[in-house]
């Protein structure tokens, strides 16, 4: 693995100050962080999109905070220097502050955390103050917010017409002076966007959401084609992974099958010596 300087809050406040585009991933297991910590990835996600991307559900609601421990726990192992964020799951911050910052201080204890993130706007501001202010570094999610769909009308690009797009905007600075140390901008239109990143002090992530922010985020597993239910018009493929998979594990029944699999070079012997000493044993 090489060596990396941890990336810290100070460190992505400075490629911000600088211009320098800020790269975030979700990932959920060690393979696939040891992989980002080679990558060199700034900011790396355990996303509650793991319900869907791992587990099979149809949404993100089923991950629970011991689905997202055990995933993070097992991500931090694997990229031991990007900034790594706790996606708090739905229902573990919404009922009360008291929550909120007791399944935050999870990540922190328990999977070694940098920081965690909520989705919501205004109605949300009161949970991230009182996660900041017990030492935790949290981020904001505006826009699309997958726990959040259903009130949304589904998986849609949120703030086309003005009024909605008005309230991205407020949401974001009211989330800025609560606390939050960035905001991860979901399916928000690319000026809009735009806006929030020019009068924001803190770092904007997009995805989705075009590229005037001050970084962007994809899903590892929309990158590489190992989510076979659909592709989001926002992911870029950047190899097919999925098919390359496949096409072995295809191969693989073809010469089980066919019984060229496996061959001397797959298998352990014992001397021959051994071998009859044992059969002597045996017949003892």
Avoid at 15 to 39: F, H, N, R, S, W
Avoid at 179 to 208: H, K, W, Y
Wanted: aromatic share 8%.
């Amino acid at each position: 693995m090489n060596e990396r300087k941890k990336v810290t809050l100070p460190v992505l406040y400075d490629k911000m100050a600088q211009g320098i585009p800020i790269t975030m991933i979700t990932c959920y297991d060690y393979p696939m962080a040891y992989l980002v910590e080679e990558a060199g990835i700034d900011i790396v996600l355990v996303g509650d999109s793991l319900a869907m991307t791992v587990l099979g559900y149809d949404s993100t609601l089923p991950a629970t905070m011991d689905d997202m421990i055990r995933h993070s726990q097992a991500v931090r192992r694997g990229t031991p220097n990007a900034f790594l964020i706790g996606d708090m799951p739905y229902m573990t911050y919404q009922p009360s502050v008291e929550t909120a910052i007791r399944n935050a201080g999870r990540f922190m204890a328990e999977a070694a955390c940098d920081g965690v993130k909520l989705e919501g706007g205004r109605e949300m501001a009161d949970r991230i103050e009182a996660i900041a202010n017990a030492g935790i570094p949290v981020m904001g999610h505006l826009g699309l917010t997958p726990q959040s769909a259903s009130a949304l009308g589904g998986f849609r690009v949120q703030g086309r017409d003005a009024e909605r797009a008005k309230r991205i905007v407020e949401d974001a600075k009211i989330l800025e002076e609560a606390g939050t140390f960035a905001i991860l901008l979901e399916m928000v239109p690319d000026r809009v966007c735009q806006l929030i990143t020019e009068r924001a002090n803190i770092p904007i992530i997009s995805l989705g959401s075009g590229p005037h922010a001050h970084g962007q985020l994809l899903i590892f597993h929309d990158m590489f084609r190992l989510y076979p239910k659909f592709k989001p018009r926002m992911a870029k493929v950047y190899g097919d992974a999925g098919s390359v998979i496949l096409n072995g594990l295809k191969q693989y029944v073809k010469e089980v099958t066919e019984r060229e699999f496996p061959q001397p070079e797959n298998w352990f012997t014992i001397k021959d010596e051994e071998y009859e000493a044992l059969l002597r044993l045996l017949d003892q």
